[in-house]
Nanobody, 122 residues
Framework: QVQLVESGGGLVQAGGSLRLSCAAS????????VGWFRQAPGKEREFVAA???????YYAESLKGRFTISRDNAKNTVYLQMNSLKPEDTAVYYC????????????????WGQGTQVTVSS
């Protein structure tokens, strides 16, 4: 069992930056792929980024270059650095952990956090 807690969301002006954290419980966290997804009001959940157990990185094409995912297994934490934020980045951001598979899709993940709100003002 893995429990995930996101933090670092908030209100930021367009062009600003935020770093989200996903803190996990469980000694086997390093064996999981961890992904970030987001869901804006009235829209479907979408893939943002993921980092595999072997360090492989995956990004939504539209976000590549602005968002960076990283992990610190010693701290059981995965980070999402978000730069040059835009109003359309406003959403609830969720982290998820799983055993792999189609890493850009929700079914690849077994555990989900509660989400953290990111609001970007224009």
């Amino acid at each position: 069992q893995v429990q995930l807690v996101e933090s670092g969301g908030g209100l930021v002006q367009a062009g600003g930056s935020l770093r989200l954290s996903c803190a996990a419980s469980g000694r086997t966290f390093s064996r999981y792929a961890v992904g970030w997804f987001r869901q804006a009001p009235g829209k479907e959940r979408e893939f943002v980024a993921a980092i595999n157990w072997d360090g492989g990185l995956y990004y939504a094409e539209s976000l590549k270059g602005r968002f960076t995912i990283s992990r610190d297994n010693a701290k059981n934490t995965v980070y999402l650095q978000m730069n040059s934020l835009k109003p359309e980045d406003t959403a609830v951001y969720y982290c998820a952990a799983g055993g792999g598979g189609l890493i850009r899709t929700g079914p690849a993940y077994d555990y989900w956090g509660q989400g953290t709100q990111v609001t970007v003002s224009s």
